[in-house]
């Protein structure tokens, strides 16, 4: 099977700009959970997704948003880019019946 | 509030030295313990599950086991290939899709 795909693999955007990232989640896998990965917080939990429902939420601003389609393809969305939002943006899936989690190899976005 | 605490910070081993990473945690109903291995640059790759205390698991020169308070993941005779930072993380009570992980031990094995 394919693993966990992300898109774009790496992006640069200005402070105030908006942005989307996209993952492609494990065939067969229906959750999707997104975390954020920067050297000085680790890796943080932003929100899961399972049949196009949002299950659960992290403690982040509402600029952090997020979706997912019927496909189980998953998209999240920040507004109003902060410098603090530079970070590596790791997407991952399970099965509704695993608790484990398998990653994707993120989309590292800088924002200037 | 659930914690995940990851000591050492940093490891350095000669090839072949064997030691241990641990991984003590506070958590309200413990669903699940994950290692997960993570090289620069790239997304955490998924080692094991422990689910309850006594349970241990092996991989390669990878072993992991689980108490009650903390979790280990012994890394025997290892090779300069082992070299990368090694996350812990739980999922706990009701939080669906929330791995909660610790901060990582990074490991470099030299020749």
């Known amino acids: 099977k394919a693993g966990v795909t992300q898109t774009p693999r790496y992006l640069i955007k200005t402070r105030g700009q908006q942005v989307t990232l996209s993952c492609s989640p494990i065939?067969?896998?229906?959750?999707v959970s997104w975390y954020q990965q920067t050297p000085g917080q680790g890796l943080q939990f932003l929100f899961e997704y399972f049949s196009e429902t949002q299950r659960n939420k992290g403690n982040f601003p509402g600029r952090f948003s997020g979706r997912q389609f019927s496909n189980s393809r998953s998209e999240m969305n920040v507004s109003t880019l902060e410098l603090g939002d530079s970070a590596l943006y790791l997407c991952a899936s399970r099965e509704g019946r695993s608790y484990e989690q398998y990653f994707g190899p993120g989309t590292r976005l800088t924002v200037t | 509030e659930d914690q995940v605490t990851q000591s050492p910070e940093a490891l350095r081993l000669q090839e072949g030295e064997s030691s241990s990473l641990n991984c003590s945690y506070t958590v309200s109903g413990l669903r699940g313990l994950f290692w997960y291995r993570q090289d620069p640059g790239k997304g955490p790759e998924f080692l094991f599950t422990l689910y309850s205390a006594g349970e241990e698991k092996e991989k390669e020169r990878l072993k992991a086991t689980l108490t009650k308070k903390e979790s280990f993941l012994h890394i025997t005779a290892p090779k300069p290939e082992d070299s990368a930072t090694y996350l812990c993380a739980v999922q706990a009570g009701d939080s669906w899709g929330k791995l909660q992980f610790g901060a990582g031990t990074q490991v470099v094995v030299t020749p």
């Open positions: 065939s067969g896998h229906r959750s």
